[in-house]
């Protein structure tokens, strides 16, 4: 029952963090990442240029997760592939490759080791943007809460920062 | 006395009957103390449970990569995989792939999450419950397509199909947030999917029954000799519905010491310490295979032999896999079930790849395999194994 109440204040936090649609964040700490061929790369060998970040995780909201994904291929005309990552995590490198060939995502998807990003919103379970800069600044973190409102805000924040790109 | 004096006398007897459910006469409890098969640590051979183990690879193709498997279902002709991205696919008892059942999306037979299935062999049908949208789904496994589906009121902790008639959907305290009708199991009429009946399982009713303060929220529904079986890690008592949809106490698991303290507040986390925690209950004719966290590791295993009432922490003793029968029929991984594939039958999963890597360890180089011919096969199928192969399902016939 407990994990009900987690996932309830989970969503009054995350309700709390995007009322403005998103907030500000520090930036982001140096890290390893595992690719889909199984190599080691560092957070700031693949971040060269600004770019949107999709973090999710195996122990998201699915639903949450796959109305995202859907949205990504409707923002794919205006913003380049080259500048969508995602971030994911599973508990199992198959899952993680199985995963990436059912979705579609061929490259730019990177494993985080223990599913530890250091962003606070990494705790609530639920799958979020942010944009990330080449000095791993991160900014413009974006996280559906409401999934009945999702396409509208999506549709504010995507037209934000299209901007960027 | 007069009619109207008796009446009321008679009225309570039978809504008490009612009410409580409780029928003596098929009353039959076994008592389990699990300090005996937490502390009694035993290496058990396969072939002291088990006749035979066979293995059923699931065709890898782009059009059917398994992730995660969450839920498998068989029928004589059909296996029914459910996985951790929604996908539910079926194939046949080679492996080979058929189709996908149902799809994804917000149209009206389309699912948004696939919470459990379970496929008919008689109706030849497949139920899928979504928790998102509240639905029930109902397939054609022939077309893969919705051919009806409707919308519930409670929320269901899982569901079995009861005697092909009903749907039952078990609604544990872990749905307290989402509704009131906790400790209630709907049946559903299988053919408009209206609700008929609902029972209320209030622990109180059911004797020697006690909240184990698991909180984990794990539920199980299964089918055993006709009889439609509940058992929910926040209750130590087990309980069935027999025809007459009567709530009859099954087995109880004395916890005594092992039980859940009530400071630890953080179910997230792995528990430390000396309780248990019971994540899945197994029941064969002959056994109860548990599974559960003690010490704060996951896997900790249990047999419990109804025959003879022993109780042993199933200990498979080497370093890179110290849990599970050892497989000393065809010499394959340690064994420990997964699911039921019928009363005689038990199953569990692995990918190729991580079979083989377990396969190769130095520990399989010279045991005794009474089907050394079964132990080649297996071997020489692995020797191409890539890690996006789909799974290979162990099916473990036991002894009867």
Redesign the interface.
Known sequence: ??????F?ISLIISSFLTSNAYSQQAGLIEQKLITLQEDTVYLSDIVKNKSLIFRYS?MDC??CI?SLFSHIQKIEKDIDKKFIIFFTY?T????F???A??NQINNKIYLIPNNELAVTEDDINMPYFFIIDNQLNVSDLFIVYNLNKQEEELDTYFAKIKEYF | MTFHRILPTILLIICTACKTGNDASDQVIIKYNIEQGIKQKKQIYLSEIANDIGYIPLETKKECLVADIQNIEFTSARILILDDMDQIMLFDTSGKFLRRIGKKGKGPDEYLTASRVRISENKNEIYLFDGTKSRIFVFNPETGKCSRSAEIDFFPSDFEIFNDKLLAFYCSEATFPFSNKYFHIFMVNTNNLKVRDSIFKRTDLVSGAEAVESDRGFVHLYIKDDKLYCWDSNSDTTIYVNERHNIINSFIIDYNKFHRSSNITDDTQVPEGKNFYLDRVIETDNYFFLEGIYQGRYGRFILFDKNDKAANNVYFNYDFHDQGFHNDIDGGIPFWPKGKVDQNKLYDHMSPLELKRLMNHKYYENIPVKNKKQNQQLKQFLKDAEITDNPIIFILSLKS
């Open positions: 029952m407990k994990s009900y109440t987690f309830i195996v699915k639903p796959d599973f199992n490198f198959r899952h490759l199985v995963s060939r059912i």
